[in-house]
């Protein structure tokens, strides 16, 4: 299963224009800047006020690893591991 997901990511960013990929970062570093991008390329009319939105976002990447037991982050690394790490994101 994890082995599918590369070349499905590859597939995606092949679609070019109809195809966006977010990342966390991205989206906490500026979270209106991000949330504005997506919703014109969804040709998005709702217009986001700028105080729905926070100018920045806490990253919380890693909570993941403090709330899930060792059976569980064995699951997620086996599912997604390679695909976490193709994203840079530490194993």
């Known amino acids: 299963m994890a082995g599918d997901r590369a070349p499905r990511r590859e597939q ?10 977010v990342r ?6 500026d979270p ?18 700028r105080a729905e939105l926070p100018e920045r976002l806490e990253p919380r990447g890693e909570i993941w690893r403090e709330r ?8 997620v690394e086996r599912t997604a591991g390679d695909l976490l790490a193709e994203l840079g994101y530490l194993r």
Do not use: N, Q
């Open 68 to 75: 899930l037991g060792a059976a569980e982050i064995e699951t």
């Open 32 to 49: 209106r800047a991000t949330c504005r991008a997506l919703f014109e390329f969804a040709a998005c009319r709702r217009r986001v006020a």
């Open 12 to 21: 995606g960013a092949a679609l070019g224009d109809p195809y966006r990929e």
């Open 24 to 29: 966390y970062e991205a989206l906490c570093a």
